[in-house]
């Protein structure tokens, strides 16, 4: 009892919080527990406490770092329900904003390994969000090609790596052919764009 006393208040979000930071800007490997826990101002002891290994503390931090984002997600998620038309858009839009806000503050010093792993959690985290608003689409007369969650992941990882691209730019270029796919997918014609514009008005 007195040890979990002792690591309360704060400790393991300031590990996740000065350990995100060092991974983000050394890499996995550049990044070693001591060297965390001197910059958390804590012995080796209580990175123990809360962790076995630096892996299960680097998948923490990834989700804490996903995490931040929920509420907009959510937000934009449940926006759909009242305004289908442009929601899929503002969503993949959002994402586009944060992945540059992101590498303008950690790109040039972050190793490729912790590049991936960040894509791979943040298609995985928007899975979730991309199927409702699809299911909301579905219900004003979009006809997906797949089923709903087949959808959602199909686009997830396809609009989603395309903008988790290290070219942004290359993006924008791309936006119109990605839309059209889209489009063609959800099996939305000019008859079920008309309808999905009257139930956003």
Same mark, same amino acid.
């Given at each position: 009892?007195?040890?979990?006393?002792?690591?309360?208040?704060? *400790?393991?979000?300031?590990?996740?919080?000065?350990?995100?930071?060092?991974?983000?800007?050394?890499?996995?490997?550049?990044?070693?527990?001591?060297?965390?826990?001197?910059?958390?101002?804590?012995?080796?002891? =209580?990175?123990?406490?809360?962790?076995? *290994?630096?892996?299960? $503390?680097?998948?923490?931090?990834?989700?804490?770092?996903?995490?931040?984002?929920?509420?907009?997600?959510?937000?934009?998620?449940? %926006?759909?329900?009242?305004?289908?038309?442009?929601? $899929? !858009?503002?969503?993949?839009?959002?994402?586009?904003?944060?992945?540059?806000?992101?590498?303008?503050?950690?790109?040039?010093?972050?190793?490729?390994?912790?590049?991936?792993?960040?894509?791979?959690?943040?298609?995985?985290?928007? /899975?979730?969000?991309?199927?409702?608003?699809?299911?909301? !689409?579905?219900?004003?007369? =979009?006809?997906?090609?797949?089923?709903?969650? $087949? *959808? =959602?992941?199909?686009?997830?990882?396809?609009?989603?790596?395309?903008? $988790?691209? /290290?070219? %942004?730019?290359?993006?924008?270029?791309?936006?119109?052919?990605?839309?059209? *796919?889209?489009? %063609?997918?959800?099996?939305?014609?000019?008859?079920?764009?008309?309808?999905?514009?009257?139930?956003?008005?």
């Amino acid at each position: 009892m007195p040890r979990k006393q002792m690591f309360e208040g704060g *400790t393991k979000n300031r590990i996740v919080e000065v350990a995100g930071k060092m991974f983000f800007e050394n890499g996995f490997d550049g990044t070693g527990i001591r060297a965390v826990m001197k910059e958390v101002g804590a012995n080796v002891g =209580a990175f123990y406490y809360y962790y076995k *290994t630096k892996d299960e $503390l680097f998948t923490d931090v990834l989700v804490h770092f996903c995490d931040r984002y929920d509420a907009e997600f959510e937000r934009i998620a449940a %926006s759909a329900e009242k305004k289908p038309h442009g929601a $899929l !858009l503002e969503f993949f839009d959002y994402v586009q904003k944060i992945t540059r806000e992101f590498r303008e503050k950690y790109a040039d010093n972050m190793h490729f390994t912790v590049r991936y792993a960040i894509r791979e959690a943040t298609l995985t985290k928007i /899975e979730p969000y991309v199927e409702r608003v699809v299911n909301v !689409l579905v219900a004003n007369g =979009a006809k997906p090609v797949m089923d709903t969650h $087949l *959808t =959602a992941v199909f686009l997830s990882h396809g609009c989603g790596s395309t903008i $988790l691209r /290290e070219d %942004s730019d290359w993006a924008d270029e791309v936006k119109p052919q990605v839309i059209a *796919t889209v489009k %063609s997918l959800l099996g939305i014609d000019d008859e079920v764009q008309k309808k999905i514009i009257a139930a956003s008005v």
